[in-house]
């Protein structure tokens, strides 16, 4: 079974730039999950769906991070301008269902803001 | 809200040793709780959970109980692999939203 595929693997830009981070989910994972990890931190949740519809996106800084997932399947995450601080490991996850279903991690994308 | 506090690292052991990581946690409600550890160069994958009081996860050698008493889930593992070096996270689910919330990882380094 493939794992959650994720690319780029590695993103250098310099602030106020944009950039977009593409997440194909497990096949048949009805949730799709996005984390920010800081250097040192836990993971954060920014955004999770069900399908193509958002449970939650409360965590997210919706002035200028976005993200979609169309189809229900794969989905992007765009960060538009990026600061300094959204340097960080950006995880992508996904699972069957809701219910305490076993979340499944892709490989992340680092990204540096200079 | 939730919250997840874990030991501090890093930790350094030798093969063989015993390896104890505390974890405690604060959830509005009835949370299931997890380890994570994610190897070198690897994603996080999941290790172990359990998901309601005295319940003891265990897998790979390594055991956590959910104490709900002292609101802790330490993982352990009786005599640690150089193969074992990893960042271990603690986290929670709680009822309701099912999303996870993580401690800040400690990292295991197992000298052989």
């Known amino acids: 079974e493939a794992g959650v595929a994720q690319s780029p693997r590695y993103k250098i830009i310099e602030k106020r730039q944009s950039v977009a981070f593409w997440c194909n989910p497990i096949?048949?994972?009805?949730?799709l999950y996005w984390y920010q990890q800081i250097l040192g931190q836990g993971p954060k949740l920014l955004i999770q769906?069900?399908?193509?519809?958002?449970?939650?996106d409360s965590q997210l800084p919706k002035d200028r991070f976005s993200a979609e997932r169309l189809k229900g399947v794969d989905s992007t995450l765009k960060i538009q301008p990026a600061k300094l601080e959204d340097s960080a490991v950006y995880l992508c996850?996904?699972?069957?269902?809701?219910?305490?279903?076993?979340?499944?991690f892709g490989p992340g994308t680092r990204l540096t803001v200079l | 809200g939730n919250s997840v506090t874990q030991m501090e690292g890093p930790v350094t052991l030798s093969e063989e040793a015993f390896l104890t990581i505390n974890c405690t946690y604060t959830a509005t409600g009835y949370p299931s709780l997890f380890w994570y550890v994610q190897y070198p160069g690897e994603g996080l994958q999941l290790l172990l959970k359990a998901t309601k009081a005295d319940d003891k996860g265990s897998n790979k050698g390594f055991e956590a109980t959910y104490r709900k008493e002292t609101t802790s889930f330490h993982l352990e593992k009786g005599s640690v692999q150089v193969s074992d070096s990893a960042v271990y996270f603690c986290?929670?689910?709680?009822?309701?939203?099912?999303?996870?919330?993580f401690g800040a990882g400690t990292t295991v380094t197992v000298r052989a």
């Open positions: 769906f069900q399908n193509n519809g958002v449970v939650d």
């Open positions: 996850a996904s699972s069957w269902g809701l219910a305490n279903d076993e979340q499944f």
């Open positions: 096949s048949g994972h009805a949730t």
């Open positions: 986290a929670l689910s709680d009822q309701g939203d099912y999303k996870l919330s």
